[in-house]
């Protein structure tokens, strides 16, 4: 066994020598001649395991994200809206940006290939998924990159941007056959074109290619294109599709062949791993609450039980912790789920003691039954007894994987687990009361869309302090708490800045 493994690690490299390894990547590459890609020719270059998982991961974020606003049935714009600020965050490609940025967009894309290829559904939800990015990132261009990206594709596309003097001698025909579309796309984006507006943008903005005519059968037989000559002439603004349906076509073949290839990979015990643990599903990645010293300094036994903190909660932790002051007890379910909640807003683990000795003694226990019986398991969660492994706080996958609560239980997930009279109920306390926004949540419930609910949730209970921010897919407890506080600063520092002017 050894030695089938030292022949495994053969060839290896480790990558000690940071400034060699970046220097290589500064090598000029025409994959990276643009920072829109095809991603039909896959990378070459070497990069650490760290790489290999973080830029997978930077990349997922992004791809949870547009899976949310899919399910909340968000227009392209929106949706745009929405990641762009995570784009900045994790994945940037800036105009002039440095080879690194198209390096890890190029490796995180054919990283999670391997991670999405393994079945049909899973296909289908990258294949969705890494599209809507794709046309993102389209719309983010310049029509001069547009432009460029087209005519290095070329020999793919087939297509041709017209000259000026082409444009001017069919510029009647060409408002003609596309003005309707194109003031269909404006209405889209709730800009509403004048007859005279539309002219002038077809003369002075639009961009016309042209190309073989059987490439756009559909837009022929809606007499939407001017046909001349066995080509059609087609506007900047329904570029995108053909783009898009060009994109999937690659991507759909190549994802097959990649699955064709994973038994490869079954003898690498260095990817195997991390590849088992990127596959389990889009809403499965972990939310690492990185408690912040100037929020958490007021969490303490005391504070978490007023409304200041626990306005803050997502559902099921209020649930949660209403059920256990009510009742002065938790089942075990329940006590392992809030109380890492708590630790993970930065309740410490003498706080933590105190909060729940209080609980568990102000009616029939005593003392000493509390500490025989429950400090054990709270110093658990902190790491301090057994294993000393330091528990995180569980995310929204792992509440929804747990079992159901049987009677005297209170884990779990309000949306998932509650009547639905109990969940309208709830929502209407935290002041839901609209009825197509508490509709609106029902049928997230009804079609198990259960994080996607407490998104909704998140948003219209913060909709003030999100006003001309971008909201974020609520994955797990501790993100809903962190991000409320960090709005409810927000806002606040907002105020005092426009009282002193």
């Known amino acids: 066994m050894f030695r089938q493994v030292k022949r495994r690690t053969a060839g290896r490299r480790n990558f000690d020598d940071q400034d060699d390894k970046r220097a290589s990547y500064e090598t000029p590459s025409p994959l990276y001649a643009s920072r829109l890609s095809f991603y039909d020719l896959p990378p070459t270059q070497e990069i650490t395991l760290e790489e290999f998982e973080s830029w997978a991961i930077d990349r997922l974020k992004i791809l949870i994200e547009i899976e949310s606003c899919v399910a909340r049935s968000k227009s392209l714009k929106e949706i745009e809206g929405s990641i762009k600020p995570l784009l900045l965050k994790f994945m940037p490609l800036s105009n002039n940006g440095s080879v690194d940025e198209k390096i890890k967009d190029h490796y995180s894309h054919y990283i999670l290939r391997l991670v999405f290829c393994r079945s049909d559904e899973l296909r289908k939800n990258f294949i969705k998924n890494e599209t809507i990015l794709f046309k993102v990132r389209y719309n983010m261009m310049s029509p001069s990159e547009q432009k460029e990206f087209i005519e290095s594709n070329k020999h793919r596309l087939q297509w041709t941007y017209i000259t000026k003097e082409e444009k001017n001698q069919f510029f009647e025909q060409l408002l003609n056959a596309s003005g309707g579309s194109v003031r269909k796309q404006f209405l889209s984006e709730n ?16 961009n016309f290619i042209k190309l073989p005519f059987e ?21 900047t603004s329904l570029q995108l599709n053909l783009l898009a349906l060009e994109f999937q076509e690659i991507l759909t073949t190549n994802l097959i062949k990649t699955f064709q290839t994973i038994p490869r990979l ?13 596959s389990r599903n889009f809403a499965n990645f972990q939310y690492e609450s990185e408690i912040d010293p100037g929020l958490a300094s007021d969490i303490n036994a005391q504070s978490i039980v007023t409304p200041s ?5 997502p559902l099921c932790a209020t649930h ?30 003498d706080e933590a003691l105190k909060f729940w000795s209080y609980q568990f003694t102000k009616n029939n226990m005593s003392m000493e039954t509390f500490n025989k019986e429950y400090k054990y398991n709270i110093r658990h969660q902190y790491g301090l007894e057994g294993a000393r492994i330091n528990y995180k706080p569980w995310d929204c996958s792992t509440i929804l994987s747990k079992p159901r609560p049987n009677k005297g239980e209170s884990h779990g997930c309000p949306y998932r687990d509650f009547t639905m009279d109990a969940l309208i109920s709830n929502l209407n306390s935290m002041g839901i009361k609209d009825v197509q926004e508490i509709n609106a949540v029902v049928d997230d ?30 994955t797990h407890p501790n993100l809903y708490f962190d991000r409320s506080r960090q709005l409810e600063r927000s806002d606040a520092n907002g105020n005092n800045n426009n009282n002193e002017k």
């Not at 022929?220 to 046909?227: A, G, I, N, P």
């Not at 903190?309 to 909660?313: L, P, R, S």
């Open 266 to 278: 079954e003898e690498d015990d260095r990817l195997l791993p991390l590849l088992n643990n990127l």
């Open 445 to 474: 419930v009804q079609k198990h869309e259960y994080t996607v609910a407490c998104t909704r949730v998140f948003e219209w209970t913060h909709k003030k302090e999100l006003m001309n921010k971008e909201g974020l897919h609520i």
């Open 191 to 206: 800009v509403t074109l004048t007859s005279e507006e539309l002219r002038k943008h077809f003369l002075y903005t639009e």
């Open 309 to 313: 903190i626990t306005k803050h909660y």
């Open 215 to 235: 490439k756009i059968t559909n837009l022929v037989s809606s007499r939407s294109v001017f046909l001349h000559k066995g080509n059609g002439y087609l506007p």
């Open 320 to 349: 949660l912790q209403r059920n256990l002051i009510a009742s002065s007890h938790l089942k075990y379910g329940g006590r392992q789920q809030l109380g890492l909640f708590l630790k993970g807003i930065g309740l410490n683990v």
